[in-house]
């Protein structure tokens, strides 16, 4: 399996552009996860999806933070509009949703807004 | 709310010694731990996991515990190489919660 698959790898957007962050989770696997990671706040769970139902968005920022999971084999993020403090790291992340509970990561999408 | 510590100092150490990384956990027990490692500019690997209800997990050269009166899981590396300088990521949930909590992470360095 390829693993967890993100796009873009790199973006750079200037401040009010709309922002969209695409993954594609392990196959099989029917959890999905949105993180952010900055280096003053580590690694926060965004939002999370269980059979492509959203379980948890307490940890998404504000009403220009939006994602989706239209199948079990896509998810985005959509931020609009983008700001400066939106620059960090997303990572996706799958996890199979039985008895495991660890989770798979995606290589990030590293996003910076000027 | 639940809150997971980590030691923000990176951890120096030489080659061929054992690394012990500490995890420190406020409020209620978390039902299960789990440790990940990460390269820069990489996502998080998994490593492993230890539930509330176990003392100890070994695999391979790593060991982590889990004491839930000091409220704590040390992650240990025996026989330490250069190769396992990374950020290691103490990560707490709970049942029926797959979300993870994680901390900020310690940076270790093995000296060749």
């Known amino acids: 399996d390829a693993g967890v698959i993100q796009s873009p790898r790199h973006e750079v957007t200037e401040m009010g552009q709309e922002v969209t962050l695409r993954c594609k989770p392990i196959?099989?696997?029917?959890?999905l996860f949105w993180y952010r990671q900055t280096m003053m706040r580590g690694l926060e769970l965004l939002i999370y999806?269980?059979?492509?139902?959203?379980?948890?968005d307490s940890g998404m920022p504000e009403d220009r933070f939006s994602a989706k999971m239209p199948n079990a084999s896509f998810s985005t993020l959509k931020i609009q509009p983008s700001e400066p403090r939106d620059s960090a790291v997303y990572f996706c992340a799958s996890a199979t949703g039985q008895n495991s509970y660890e989770q798979y990561f995606g290589p990030g999408t590293r996003l910076t807004v000027t | 709310s639940q809150k997971i510590e980590q030691n923000s100092e990176a951890l120096n150490i030489q080659e061929g010694k054992t690394a012990t990384l500490t995890c420190n956990y406020t409020?209620?027990?978390?039902?299960?731990l789990q440790w990940y490692r990460q390269d820069p500019g990489r996502g998080p690997v998994f490593l492993l996991l230890?539930?509330?209800?176990?003392k100890e997990k070994r695999k391979e050269r790593l060991k982590v515990t889990f004491d839930t009166t000091l409220k704590q899981s040390l992650f240990h590396i025996t026989a330490s190489q250069p190769a396992d300088s990374a950020t290691y990521l103490c990560?707490?949930?709970?049942?029926?919660?797959?979300?993870?909590?994680f901390g900020s992470g310690t940076r270790l360095q093995v000296q060749p």
């Open positions: 990560a707490q949930g709970s049942t029926g919660r797959r979300a993870l909590t």
């Open positions: 196959s099989g696997h029917n959890s």
């Open positions: 230890i539930r509330e209800n176990e």
């Open positions: 409020n209620y027990s978390p039902a299960y």
């Open positions: 999806f269980n059979n492509n139902v959203p379980i948890d």
